[in-house]
């Protein structure tokens, strides 16, 4: 069954891909034409749209006009193949799982397209806000007070952070995007994760962004996107979760909190 859900994961990711490229595109639609090489435009056979293992076997290359495939392309179908076998092994093929694989899917296809694009589609967001409410009348995991609290602290809690930055330096420092995000990930996974998604991911990204900084030569006018590390912020909480609550008492019972 944990193969079963790795193969559905690696299906999945390969659609994930078409989003992924697609989706930023004004007039581009996820659904026509078919996958398809995007140098030559020959459209592609059912053998060479097996996930992970015909970029193997074309060797990282298209069959008709030879040019090199991106790597992401396997990078994303793995990664699915991999969040699917974890979300399984917790979750079995419960509603739960296929509510958190949908939201799984929705952070990575968001980390991509932040990373490329530096924005994070309202046609993403929005709808996934919703979709954690409803959902959590069916989760058992969160409950639905726990799911509204969670977005609307979610996006209260950026938007006040982005509203101090740019009072203090008169300069946007965060998008409105990440602020929605935040406001997903409390619907899908509760206010109680927030603590944890927002410091783990401004650590992270403050850690990346002092590398980008010295790399760049650019010091303080450095941009990095935000949103992926609030995507692997939630991706972990959920996945950790059991662990990051033990250490959080040891840390109280540590410091008499």
Known sequence: MILLATLFGAVVGSFLNVVILRLPKDDASIVFPGSHCPQCLQPLYWYENIPILSYLVLRGRCR???VHISLQY?????C????????YHRLAFTFEFFFYFVFFAALLVIIFIDIHHQIIPDSISLPGILLGFAGSFFNGLVTWQESGLGLLLGGGLLYAVAYGY????KREGM???DIKLLAMIGAFL????????VFSS??????????????QGKKGQT?????????????????FDQQIERLWQLYRAASGL
Not at 166 to 169: D, P, S
Not at 223 to 239: K, N, T
């Open 190 to 197: 509760g206010w109680q994760s927030l603590l944890y998604v």
């Open 80 to 87: 699915m193949a991999v969040l699917a076998a974890i979300l």
């Open 175 to 177: 998008g409105g995007g």
């Open 74 to 78: 396997p990078l994303v179908e793995l």
């Open 64 to 66: 008709t006009c030879k």
């Open 223 to 239: 941009r990095i996107p935000y949103g992926p590390f609030l995507a692997l912020g939630a991706m972990s909480y959920l996945i």
């Open 166 to 169: 740019y009072a203090v330096t």
């Open 202 to 215: 401004s650590l992270a990204g403050s850690l990346v962004g002092i590398v980008a900084m010295f790399k």
